[in-house]
């Protein structure tokens, strides 16, 4: 086997695993749905009675953001990860990071409000 199949291999190897554990993440159980994930729970009051309040689930447009910047993040620095791998079989080093390391800590810095709140929120509820 020549030492491009290896190299080859151990990159199919690593998206393989990120794959299987994309797959196995995405089967958390069956009462799970994307929609409810993205969601928050908002009092409202009932019509017939506006001193009751009923707690339901309505659409979060910051919890959709953060998920699509997640996603993106994520195939961003598993892609860079596998270039990393690609490099490292194929020279034996680990290439220069200096210059995309400011991109992937911003790429970080947008899940820091998003954060924030949800340490208030559970600060607040206490």
């Known amino acids: 086997m020549t030492v491009g199949w290896v190299k080859f291999l151990i990159v199919a190897m690593y998206a393989l695993t990120v794959l299987g554990a994309l ?11 994307l ?18 309040k009923e707690t339901v689930l ?4 910051s919890r959709l953001i953060a998920l699509l910047a997640l996603i993106m993040m994520l195939a961003f620095y598993l892609g860079v990860a596998a270039v990393v791998l690609w490099n490292l079989g194929l020279t034996g080093t680990v290439p220069d990071l200096g210059s995309i390391t400011t991109f992937l800590l911003a790429g970080a810095g947008l ?16």
């Open 111 to 126: 899940f820091i409000p998003y954060g924030v709140n949800q340490f208030r929120a559970a600060i607040a509820s206490r």
């Open 35 to 52: 929609g409810d994930a993205v969601s928050e729970e908002v009092e409202i009051s009932i019509k017939d009675d506006p001193e009751k």
């Open 58 to 61: 309505r659409a979060s447009s």
């Open 23 to 33: 797959i196995v993440a995405a089967r958390v159980g069956p009462d799970w749905r």
